[in-house]
Each structure stands twice: as C-alpha cells, then as structure tokens.
C-alpha cells in the first residue's frame, strides 16, 4: 500500500494546493498551477488505489454504500491537524482520488486582494450576495475568510451548509454553527439544510454550493424571510451567473425569478487566478453591486452580457469593479504580464483594456511605453 500520510506531508512542504492519486502514474501534486510528480514515490497500482480507498472512507458504511451507489464521493481526511477535501471516483473500474490540502489558517480577508465593498456587504439586515468562479478559482478561501470576518466582528448567528466542511470554525463574536451535506452527515441536501434553516433562528446562512432550482429557490425564500444568505455559484463572470440563475427555471416562471433578483441579489463577485510574475497566485476579481442600474437589467425580457458589463462600468461609484479594471491594475503593478493580461480578454476588448491601462498609469503617475 502506498503511504499517503507521508505523500500528505510531501505534498504540504511544497505548498501544493492538491494531490492526485490515481493507478498507472507516480503521486502529483498541485504546485502554483503546475502538476509535479512526488520524489522518492513508486508508480500507482490498481491495488494500491483500492487500499487508499479502504483507508479514507475507513468502513463507515454509509460513505461506502453512496460511493457504490453512486461511483463518486466526496468526504474529509485529517492528517496531523490538516484538513484535505477528498474526492474519490472511478476510471476503468478502480478508484481515482483527488484530494484538496485546506489550510488551518485562513488569510486575513485583507490580505486576499477582494475588494472592500465585498465585505461591507456583509452588514446588510437581508439578501442574497454570490461569490463565484471556476474550480481552482479560491471561491472556499474568499467564501471562508468572510465568514471569519463576520464571526469576529459582528454578533450574528451563522449556519453553514458544506458539502464536505472544509475550514473549522470557532464561534467568536458571533455564533457559526457548520453542518456537512450529504448522505449519513447532518444533512441529506443543502435544500433540506436551507429549509430546515428557517427553524433555527441563525442570522446569516452561508450555502456552500447552489447547484440546483430548488437550492435555489430555499435560498431565495430565506433571504425573502429577513436573512442575509452567500453562497457559491461554478459561473466564470457575473453575468454568466445571472444567466444560470434565471435558467434554473422554466421560461413561463423566468419574468417573476427575475423580479425576485432584481430585488433580492445585493452583490455578485466573480474571481479568478493566476500565477503573477513573482510566482504567487493573484486574484482577478469582478465585482457587480445591484443597483437600480443592475436590476433594471436583470428585469428585461431578454438579458444582455454587454448590458450586464455597461451597468458593471457605471456602477464603478457604487463599489462595482470590471474584470478589464481588475486586469489593467494588476498589469499597471507589475504583477502579470501584459501578454496574460491580454489573454484574459476577448479581442473585441483589447483596445478597452489599452485604454484603461493607460488611464490606471497617467492616475498613478507612471506612463510609460508597454
């Protein structure tokens, strides 16, 4: 059997952010976005991937009925105090595991690089506020240093529903009360988590993922009741988020959702990385504060990208930032190359990026040729 805790603490000196186990291949890790192969290690067998599975899931039945049910399972590991998210699946019939290293201290919220309105959002009485972005994109670490924000200055009592817990709260100045989703956990699902909310009496509910309508619409009637809900969406841009929102539902039910989210939806931040020129990751955010500008959009009958991005720009006094602004600062502080800065632009929006790069450096004093 291949010893993983010692491909666990391998894996952590090189500050990898996952590992992946799978037959026919030595153990990888995740290392600034790049898969590297773990010294000293042997190649994967097929029975080394059964044994793995046998020592994770360690006979609990019921991760072991939905796993042979289902093919796939997602649950925690601990090693030495650390936590790793842990997904396990098949390919060609034997175990495939994938595993997420989480660490026990959580950046400051500061220190993140999310802008400050994000958190100022975290004081509204009510409504609901997404933090979104591809897999990889540091959704769990933004969603998870908020969560510690509010718990150590405001005085609320916060449900979290997460499918599997990853960050171990204590209760500060707030109360946190954490419940893992799944079947044989606290939880069946996060609708039923969400619902059974309504019962108890927590100010802020933070909903791990929304994957689903009827997730949806649970959050959407908590927020209704008075609460303040953040969630998680797997969306690439605002936009894009608004859009799987409202195509959760059938078209006859989309005018009355759209109401409901113009009215309901406070603030969408929508994140990506990438590796900086000094080898760290750098956040890009994109950040959508709904005012009347926003929710008259989402109100239309036919919903426009382009209008969504507009009402971003003009909405710039308000706290909302544009990922073009995002990309041209980071560019402008020397913290991505302008050939990445351009990649993450479509080419209809390069000369907007141009331009707004020169617009960051005549603000801060630093026109220079690029």
Excluded at 80 to 94: A, E, K, T
Excluded at 327 to 347: C, G, M, S, Y
Aim: proline fraction near 2%; charged fraction near 25%.
């Amino acid at each position: 059997m291949i010893n993983i805790d010692k491909i666990i603490a391998q894996a952590i000196e090189k500050d990898a952010s996952d590992i992946h186990l799978m037959s026919g291949l030595k153990p990888m890790a995740r290392v600034s976005r790049a898969l590297i192969e773990l010294e000293g290690t042997e190649i994967i067998k097929d029975e080394d991937m059964f044994d793995t599975y046998d020592h994770i899931v360690s006979g609990n039945v019921e991760k072991d009925k939905v796993f042979n049910t289902t093919r796939k399972l997602d649950t925690s590991y601990e090693y030495q105090g650390i936590r790793l998210r842990v997904n396990l699946s098949y390919s060609n019939d034997v175990p495939v595991c994938t595993m997420r290293i989480i660490k026990n201290e959580l950046p400051r919220y500061e220190d993140l690089g999310v802008p400050d309105i994000v958190r100022r959002m975290t004081y509204q009485p009510q409504g609901l506020i997404l933090v979104t972005g591809k897999t990889n994109s540091g959704k769990s670490t933004t969603l998870n240093a908020l969560v510690n924000h509010i718990n150590e200055t405001q005085n609320k009592k916060i449900l979290s529903l997460e499918s599997p817990i990853e960050y171990k709260h204590k209760s500060k100045n707030s109360i946190i009360v954490q419940k893992e989703v799944g079947e044989g956990r606290d939880c069946l699902t996060y609708h039923d988590g969400v619902k059974n909310a309504l019962r108890e009496d927590c100010d802020i509910l933070i909903i791990g993922e929304i994957r689903d309508r009827v997730t949806m619409e649970a959050a959407i009637e908590m927020a209704e009741s008075g609460h303040l809900v953040i969630g998680t969406l797997h969306t690439k841009s605002c936009a894009e988020t608004i859009d799987r929102m409202i195509n959760f539902y059938e078209v006859r039910d989309q005018a009355q959702i759209k109401y409901l989210m113009s009215s309901l939806l406070k603030l969408v931040i929508s994140q990506r990385l990438l590796v900086g020129t000094s080898g760290k990751l750098e956040l890009l955010p994109e950040v959508m504060v709904v005012d009347n500008i926003v929710a008259g959009v989402i109100r239309k009958e036919k919903i426009s990208v382009a209008e969504i991005e507009d009402a971003i720009q003009s909405g710039q006094d308000k706290g909302s930032v544009s990922i073009i602004n995002s990309i041209a600062r980071l560019f402008v502080e020397n913290k991505i190359t302008l050939e990445q800065a351009k990649a993450q632009v479509e080419e209809k929006n390069i000369e907007t990026l141009n331009r707004t790069i020169m617009q960051l450096k005549i603000k801060m004093g630093n026109v220079n040729n690029y």
